[in-house]
């Protein structure tokens, strides 16, 4: 017996009391269109410029778009990691961030360089909506590519292409 377990048995505590840490699940696809939910209620509530409601809406809808792909991307993969944490994470706050500062000193006042809040939050959006970009092309490449093999199977067993091959209407020549 240690002298940690010592401890616990004279403080009536056993070893086998101690909890063990359990991680909480992931966002489900129903965690994730809450989170940009919460994140669009921000936007209204907090009267966001055009600018900013323009780029979330993107990044909002790219995600969307990927989430039933998500499976195709892997669960554990990291791609599907970031698109979970911009949803429910890294967009809420950049959003949040700003919407808490005062509207006309976060748009004018600069706070990094010459760039105003607006403009590092547009720079921070830009980085997450090409991202978002990203995943959502690698989610759709495997069946791309499938449609690619396709064709060149049927290119292979029938022996010409659509752009310039035969005829294949029925009773032409």
Known sequence: MGLG???RKVRGKDDNDAA???APPP??????LAALNRVNAMLREGNAPPVVISRVVKI??????TLPRLDDLGLGSQDGYSLMATATEYLPEAV???LRLPREWADTRPIDGNKTSLMVLIEQLELLGLTMDKIFDAANRADAQALIAHGRF???KFGHTADGGHDLTLGAP
């Open 96 to 98: 949040g961030g700003y």
């Open 154 to 156: 049927l290119e292979a």
């Open 5 to 7: 377990s010592w401890f």
């Open 27 to 32: 966002p489900t696809d129903k965690d994730i």
């Open 60 to 65: 909002a809808r790219t995600i969307h778009q």
């Open 20 to 22: 063990e840490y359990v």
